[in-house]
């Protein structure tokens, strides 16, 4: 089984995209991803440590209604 390794901000939009998410739009304070009528926020670091990103992940999964596993996450 793969372990969760940190991602890159950019990659990370990439496969939010893949998973459905519109944007990024540019927000007052963070830009943000649209699914359907929820909005998630982006932070603007370079790179997102493995705690952020399972916790983004975690957000993105209350947000689409599935749980995302790593091997998944990687394929994106």
């Known amino acids: 089984m793969s372990r969760w390794t940190p991602c890159k901000r950019r990659d990370f939009i990439r496969r939010l995209g893949k998973l459905g998410f519109d944007g990024p739009y540019s927000g007052t304070r963070h830009q943000f991803m649209i ?27 209350e947000i689409i209604g599935r749980e995302i596993t790593v091997d998944e996450w990687n394929k994106l």
Not at 35 to 56: C, F, K, T, W
């Open 35 to 61: 699914y359907e009528q929820h909005r998630l926020a982006i932070p603007s670091n370079a790179e997102y440590s493995v705690p952020q990103l399972r916790m983004m992940i975690r957000e993105v999964e």
